[in-house]
Nanobody, 124 residues
Framework: QSQHVESGGGLVQPGGSLRISCAAS????????IAWFRQAPGKEREGVSCTSTFGLAAGYADSVKGRFIISRDYAKRTVYLQMNSLRPEDTAVYYC?????????????????WGQGTRVTVSS
């Protein structure tokens, strides 16, 4: 069973940037679509973006469009989420998830594998 490990979270000031990573323990990640979700305190888990097995971004949440970029490095078996122009409302625990495809990427039930999350805090 593939295990996804998130890293790169931390504290950043509003307007700053951060890149978080999701590294799979097995190369099965090559055959998985990988999505990023986030969950802020007291809120439901929200789909942020998804990258297909071909490395194409399936979409972005409206709240992050134009600011976040999802990408994957097959050689490193890693998926990244580059977050720019960060806002306090981006504060959340960010999770990566693996599934068969990005067809219904905003539905967290579509994914088989989940990481434990990395915390991102945007505050001055």
């Amino acid at each position: 069973q593939s295990q996804h490990v998130e890293s790169g979270g931390g504290l950043v000031q509003p307007g700053g940037s951060l890149r978080i990573s999701c590294a799979a323990s097995e190369f099965t990640s090559k055959r998985l679509a990988i999505a990023w979700f986030r969950q802020a305190p007291g809120k439901e888990r929200e789909g942020v973006s998804c990258t297909s097995t071909f490395g194409l971004a399936a979409g972005y949440a409206d709240s992050v469009k134009g600011r976040f970029i999802i990408s994957r490095d097959y050689a490193k078996r890693t998926v990244y989420l580059q977050m720019n122009s960060l806002r306090p409302e981006d504060t959340a625990v960010y999770y990566c998830a693996g599934g068969d495809n990005c067809h219904n990427w905003t539905n967290w039930n579509s994914y088989i594998y989940w990481g434990q999350g990395t915390r991102v805090t945007v505050s001055s």
